[in-house]
């Protein structure tokens, strides 16, 4: 079965910026979800981008967060701008809209000065 790795997470000031990666195991020939979840909160949909690259964004995010995907590289990204601290959460991603894959690890974001 296909296996995620997140990465690209961290300590960031309000106002910066960060790249996060999900790397697949295999061929990932699925719509794909960034996903993420703060202390004490349910897990929330971020972005989600289709087979054929088409993206949808959360009200909270649109305008700063910029979801794409290599299938060469089997890599799933999520370009994040204009952080701010109550974007601190883990992410993780998975398939869209049911999460067909293991949870991968996820990746740590703190937007804090």
């Known amino acids: 079965q296909v296996q995620l790795v997140e990465s690209g997470g961290g300590l960031v000031q309000p106002g910066g910026s960060l790249r996060l990666s999900c790397a697949a195991s295999?061929?990932?020939?699925?719509?794909m979800g960034w996903y993420r979840q703060a202390p004490g909160k349910q897990r929330e949909l971020v972005a989600s981008?289709?087979?054929?690259?088409?993206?949808n964004y959360a009200d909270s995010v649109k305008g700063r967060f910029i979801i794409s995907r290599d299938y060469n590289k089997k890599t799933v990204y999520l370009q994040m701008n204009s952080l701010q601290p109550e974007d601190t959460a883990v992410y993780s991603c998975?398939?869209?809209?049911?999460?067909?894959?293991?949870w991968g690890q996820g990746t740590q974001v703190t937007v804090s000065s």
């Open positions: 998975n398939t869209y809209p049911s999460n067909r894959l293991p």
């Open positions: 295999g061929i990932i020939f699925y719509d």
């Open positions: 981008i289709s087979r054929g690259s088409i993206t």
